[in-house]
């Protein structure tokens, strides 16, 4: 039972992560389609926002091997 729980903490974490890391970059190109001026500002608060949600998954294996060997 605890493998299944660390597989579903794991596999939802990433999954998390990959719809938050898509729509952070999707709606910085669409900022810069908008303001190619402000391409440098745009990518640089993409890059910390990016940063941030992939502690998620993160976090989920920490929770994983709680879950395992806890």
Avoid: D, H, Y
């Avoid at 729509?23 to 440098?40: C, D, W, Y």
């Amino acid at each position: 039972m605890e493998v299944l729980a660390a597989a579903i903490a794991v596999g939802l974490a990433a999954l998390g992560a990959g719809i938050g890391n898509g729509l952070i970059v999707s709606k910085t190109v669409e900022g810069i389609a908008r303001q190619p001026e402000n391409a440098g500002k745009l990518q640089t608060t993409m890059f910390i926002g990016v940063g941030i949600v992939e502690v998620v998954p993160i976090i989920g294996v920490v929770i994983a091997f709680l879950a395992f060997f806890g």
